[in-house]
């Protein structure tokens, strides 16, 4: 198992629960008029349920600036720094991701002293936001040139709104990525936020790379399928079924929160 991965979470399996930031100022559907008070507020909220519900980690992401872009503003960047310190837990990891700038991601968790990110830093696909290129080898020289070495990079390998442009399997990618874009973890996902991959595709992910990375479900993990999600990965991030009505931009819900634990635990 990762040398990273394994330092964050040594008892292994982890559930990570993300704290969708709202909307960001310049961004279509921000609400100027709660502020950025008003985004430090309500991540504090959620992440107070999501502590309390027992999730081992909390992820940052700024899940609310629809239409997403590949490149972040200086901007974003710095409000995201600024609540994700300001809205941070305590006692457990947390990590940061930028939609869909993976070099933003990295500097945030780097200058807030987040444990891992989360992006899309290998392949090519074509997407809802046009054709989308990425460069694991400038992402993890970045992360040495900032000292940042103990920060683990979890590899998104089955983006959302994209498709991969090429004719290899999952399985052939999965072990191509382990091998050339050495990452911290590999996240296999569904088609959109909130849609849950095939067990298949974990179970081609995970069988093409075996123990040199972990395997984690990425979307769609629900209180009523995570245990047979766990029975093939290596640990769950999970959004959209903790929420209000199970709705991808509402708050954290309490129960759910807790009902989700409880299945995954159980």
């Known amino acids: 198992m990762n040398e990273r991965f394994h330092r964050i979470f040594p008892s292994g399996r982890p559930l990570i629960a993300m704290a969708h930031v709202p909307p960001l100022p310049g961004t279509p559907l921000y609400d100027a ?3 950025i008070a008003g985004l430090v507020d309500s991540l504090r909220q959620d992440v107070a349920v999501l502590v309390d519900a027992g999730f081992d980690a909390v992820m940052f992401c700024n899940e ?5 872009r590949f490149e972040a503003g200086y901007d974003g960047v710095a409000v995201m720094a600024h609540v994700i310190t300001e809205a941070a ?3 457990i990891p947390y990590g940061a991701d930028f939609l869909w700038d993976a070099s933003a991601a990295l500097a945030i968790a780097a200058a807030t002293g987040a444990s891992f990110m989360r992006e899309v830093a290998t392949g090519f696909y074509e997407s809802d936001m046009g054709p989308w290129t990425t460069d694991a080898g400038a992402l993890l020289r970045e992360r040495r040139r900032l000292g940042a070495d103990d920060l683990a990079v979890f590899m998104n390998i089955t983006p959302e709104f994209a498709s991969p442009i090429g004719s290899r399997d999952l399985h052939a990618i999965a072990r191509s990525a382990v091998v050339s874009s050495i990452p911290d973890a590999i996240l296999i996902s569904g088609p959109m936020a909130g849609a849950e991959p095939d067990l298949a595709a ?5 069988a ?3 123990d040199e990375a972990p395997v984690l479900v990425n979307t769609g993990a629900k209180s009523t399928n995570i245990a047979s999600f766990l029975s093939v990965a290596d640990g769950a991030i999970v959004g959209s079924d903790l929420k209000v009505d199970g709705y991808t931009w509402n708050p954290v819900d309490p129960e759910r929160a807790r009902r989700f634990v409880e299945a995954a635990r159980g």
């Not at 974990?202 to 995970?206: S, T």
């Open 89 to 91: 837990p305590d006692g």
């Open 208 to 210: 093409a790379v075996g």
């Open 33 to 35: 008029d709660a502020g």
């Open 202 to 206: 974990l179970e081609a992910a995970k």
């Open 64 to 68: 609310g600036d629809r239409p997403y």
